[in-house]
């Protein structure tokens, strides 16, 4: 197949800082290289009076190609098995929460993390983890008929959007274990665990749909680029996501 492609359009401040800026390139190039696509360009723009010192602006776009017939989703049945990919953290979701915790709680980014080694700051700022190689991975072995990326609205939200209608899905809190700061986070906020399941991933960051007869095959792929696999329910007939157990 064709091999996926990063664009960086737009990087803008009111004054480079050739340091930060260095900072943001070889981040944006450790990305594309976690994800086997290629940079290839983009736009830097100085505007004096449109950014305060130490702001700026940065966009950019992936682009890939497929075979013709080969989209996801493919039609899922109630029997399918979810596997969930491991999260590496908050990823790019609830820091408008976070930061509201810090904030009452007193704490800042300097502040020493109660649950690990460094600061607050180095934990919750470890960069999203990149699931591109599992998943072409996992297509190619044709062992996958969906994928959801948990973003923002967390698993509640974000697994229907690749079921069909008349189709929901029941995971299995207790399949995994919470990463140490979300747990953190959670409990830190008194956050109930409905709000908590829409807000964080919860220390899933991806989940594969899988028909029960390919769902090894799956695990399979992904574990050998590398990621960390938990069977965390199955497709039932219905709507939406229904929990059971409880976070742990």
């Known amino acids: 197949g064709a091999e996926p492609l990063f664009f960086l359009d737009y990087f803008a401040t009111g004054a480079l800082d050739v340091a930060s800026a260095a900072k943001v390139v070889q981040g944006i190039a450790k990305g594309c290289e976690e994800a086997g696509a290629a940079l290839i360009g983009g736009e830097t723009a100085e505007m004096p009076g449109m950014y305060a010192k130490g702001d700026f602006d940065l966009a950019g776009f992936a682009v890939g190609a497929m075979e013709r017939g ?12 979810l596997l969930g990919l491991a ?6 979701n609830g820091y408008s929460l976070i930061r509201k915790i810090m904030e009452v709680n007193g704490l800042t980014w300097e502040t020493p993390s109660p649950f690990s080694a460094g600061t607050l700051g180095e934990a919750l700022l470890t960069p999203t983890r990149i699931y591109v190689r599992g998943a072409l991975a996992a297509i190619q072995a044709d062992a996958v008929s ?16 690749v079921l069909p209608e008349g189709m929901g899905a029941q995971i299995h809190l207790d399949a995994w274990n919470v990463p140490p700061v979300l747990d953190w986070l959670i409990k830190q906020g008194g956050i109930e665990t409905a709000e908590a399941l829409r807000v964080f991933n919860c220390g899933i960051g991806m989940i594969a749909v899988c028909p029960p007869e390919t769902a090894e095959t799956a695990r399979t792929a992904f574990e050998s680029v590398g990621e960390t696999v938990f069977h965390i329910g199955h497709i039932v007939e219905g709507d939406g996501v229904a929990y059971r157990g409880a976070l742990s």
């Not at 080969?70 to 098995?81: H, I």
């Not at 999260?87 to 790019?92: A, Q, V």
């Open 70 to 81: 080969t989209a996801l989703p493919r039609p899922t049945k109630a029997g399918d098995v």
């Open 87 to 92: 999260s590496s953290g908050p990823h790019s």
């Open 146 to 161: 969906a994928f959801a990326h948990i973003t923002g609205g967390g698993l509640t939200e974000n697994l229907p959007r």
